[in-house]
């Protein structure tokens, strides 16, 4: 039997959790022996952990990577705390020299200068370690394999990184396993010469888990049946997501005449944004902020229209799982867009900016022909994606 490590952060809502869910909800334990690592043992999703997974005990060094500097001191861990201090000034003076606005450096440069007090994880030698979310120093330092394979979810393009410092990161792998075509794509075009490492393995999802979730209790009190459209979409409130633009959109298609709600799930650095927009396009009574949700699924099943207006993504687990749950959805033109659906088949791709976004939407709404043929085609499909797994098995098999 092939012993498999798995190493991630924590198990909160997010998509590339929700696709870590999925990959260890896929696996053949008949085959596997899995043991999964997580920084922190904290999150909605940690009860979603299919029971044959090990888990395995949290690491005081590692969870506190996640909490203030001078907390990290009075527990003791002097080590981290420094090399905490020093990744941060370094990080803050990378960001200054190269002016930098949005960036990656800093949570990088917190592994990279920590790594050297972290101790080892796991036990004894696996034919196989993932690490699941960036940045990857630990699992390729600090765990035993005869093989390591690290995960990317994100469109690198779009990111501000210190290429020589991760470059060396990368190195370490044997495989680097892009989400999808675009996202290997940018990578590679920040990173050329790790092209030769790089494969594409879509995200998995446990559709079994999402279809019995789905109908674990009813989200009418929340997204009442009251005669509007629901529009709903699900993510970090984050630039990424673009949700401090849902209320202009919103607004644009009510002056259309189409009596819209727009729902968001989520939580976030940028809620007070989102409400202070809200407010400015009065929209108080149209946009309604849920906040977090465990179980996001039941509100799928009760929207009319799932919307990804995003900035840009990898690709967004979201997405598939309302296509999953049979919902019509509709995703704005980020760059790695064409990866995420057939455009006017299992979904719909509109402009990024915010008019041509409403008008899109709108045009949408008003065609229930167009609406009807995606949720045909999307009965016809399986985006669970599980056989993606067989990838994982061919990278074992290369031992």
């Known amino acids: ?43 909605e999703l940690m009860s979603c952990i299919p029971e044959q997974v090990n888990l395995l005990p949290e690491i005081p060094q590692y969870a506190c990577l996640a909490v203030p500097i001078a907390q990290v ?3 003791g861990h002097f080590g981290v ?19 930098l606005k949005e960036n990656a450096v800093s949570l ?42 690290a995960w990317i979810h994100t469109d690198y393009s779009r990111l501000a990184v210190n290429v020589e410092s991760e470059l060396a990161m990368w190195g370490r792998y044997d495989h680097i396993v892009g989400v999808s075509e675009d996202v290997v794509k940018s990578f590679t075009g920040v990173f050329p010469s790790l092209a030769d ?8 999802l446990p559709e079994k888990l999402i279809r019995e979730q789905s109908k ?55 809620e007070e944004l989102i409400r202070h927009k809200i407010a400015e396009a009065g929209m108080q009574e149209n946009v309604i902020i849920l906040g977090k949700r465990e179980n996001p699924y039941p509100y799928i099943a009760a929207c009319d229209l799932y919307v990804q207006p995003s900035r840009y993504e990898g690709k967004a687990v979201t997405v598939r799982e309302a296509q999953l749950l049979g919902k ?3 995703i704005t033109d980020y760059p790695t867009s064409s990866s995420q659906l057939e455009d006017g088949l299992d979904g719909i791709i509109v402009p990024m900016d915010n008019t041509g976004c409403a008008k899109a939407i709108s045009s949408l709404l008003k065609d229930s022909s167009i ?29």
């Open 81 to 99: 705390a420094f090399g905490r201090f020093i990744g941060k000034r370094k990080a803050a003076a990378y960001v200054k020299q190269h002016k």
């Open 108 to 149: 990088e440069y917190s592994h990279k200068y920590t790594r050297a007090f972290m101790p080892t994880v796991g036990t004894g030698v696996y034919d196989l370690a993932v690490s699941f979310l960036t940045p990857h120093y630990f699992a390729a330092e600090k765990v035993q394999a005869k093989k390591k394979a």
């Open 1 to 43: 039997m092939k012993r498999i490590l798995i190493f991630s952060h924590a198990l909160e809502l997010g998509g590339a959790e929700r696709s870590l869910i999925g990959l260890l909800h896929s696996l053949d334990y008949s085959e596997y022996e899995v043991d999964l690592f997580l920084m922190r043992h904290t999150g």
């Open 216 to 270: 674990a209790f009813s989200a009418e009190d929340e997204m009442p049946a009251d005669g509007s459209i629901r529009l709903l979409s699900i993510g970090r409130f984050s630039h990424a997501k673009n949700f401090d633009n849902v209320p202009d959109i919103c607004a644009r298609i009510r002056a259309a005449g189409l009596p819209v709600k727009w729902y968001l799930i989520g939580y976030g650095g940028e």
């Open 73 to 75: 001191l009075k527990s």
């Open 197 to 204: 490492k790089t494969m594409v393995m879509e995200n998995t």
């Open 328 to 330: 019509p959805v509709v």
């Open 371 to 399: 609406l009807k043929g995606i949720q045909n085609d999307l009965s016809n499909k399986d985006f669970s994606n599980s056989e993606e797994v067989v990838l994982l098995k061919k990278l074992l098999e290369q031992l």
